[in-house]
């Protein structure tokens, strides 16, 4: 069984990875796309992303017996 430090440290980093991978789908929409949606798009899709790698992280996380 893991410590409650290491539970607490495990959730900040997928936290962590799932915002940089938000934050990079957003940084690549608006550098791919130019201003060609509106401004809130790239940052939608951004954060959409984020949620998503974090709900799998979570559900990889169940797998592993705990």
Known sequence: MASDKM???A??????????IGYAI???WNDTRAGLDEW???Y???AVAAVM???LL???NKGSGD
């Open 40 to 42: 809130y798009v790239p």
């Open 26 to 28: 957003a940084y690549m």
């Open 44 to 46: 939608a899709a951004g």
């Open 53 to 55: 790698v974090f709900l």
């Open 58 to 60: 979570s559900k990889l």
């Open 7 to 9: 539970k607490a440290l």
């Open 11 to 20: 959730g900040f980093g997928k936290i962590v990875l799932a915002l940089a």
